[in-house]
Nanobody, 125 residues
Framework: QVQLVESGGGLVQSGGSLRLSCAAS????????IAWFRQVPGKEREFVAT????????YYADSVKGRFTISRDNAENTVYLQMISLKPEDTAVYYC??????????????????WGQGTQVTVSS
């Protein structure tokens, strides 16, 4: 089992940058594939990016490709989401999620077993 806590959200102007962190508890963090999702009120939670438990492979939603970078530091039990060139449409609550030893990319939120509480990102125009 793993517990996830997101941080790093905030208010930023369009074109700005933020780095989100997803800190995990548990000694087996390195065995979890981690994904970032985001949600705005009234809409489905949507996939943003994922990094496999091996740390080798990553996958991004088309809407963030080239602007967002997901990475992990297993020694620190943390996954990061570096976001640059932010746009107002990136405004959402960002959640990290975990799935045990997934060797495939999953964009369906139902595939993930553990979730954090979310962190708000607001991009002003």
């Amino acid at each position: 089992q793993v517990q996830l806590v997101e941080s790093g959200g905030g208010l930023v102007q369009s074109g700005g940058s933020l780095r989100l962190s997803c800190a995990a508890s548990g000694r087996t963090f390195s065995s979890y594939t981690i994904a970032w999702f985001r949600q705005v009120p009234g809409k489905e939670r949507e996939f943003v990016a994922t990094i496999l438990w091996t740390g080798i492979s990553t996958y991004y939603a088309d809407s963030v490709k080239g602007r967002f970078t997901i990475s992990r530091d297993n020694a620190e039990n943390t996954v990061y989401l570096q976001m640059i060139s932010l746009k107002p449409e990136d405004t959402a609550v960002y959640y990290c999620a975990a799935r045990y030893r997934s060797n495939s990319y999953y964009t369906d939120r139902m595939r993930y077993d553990y979730w954090g509480q979310g962190t708000q990102v607001t991009v002003s125009s």
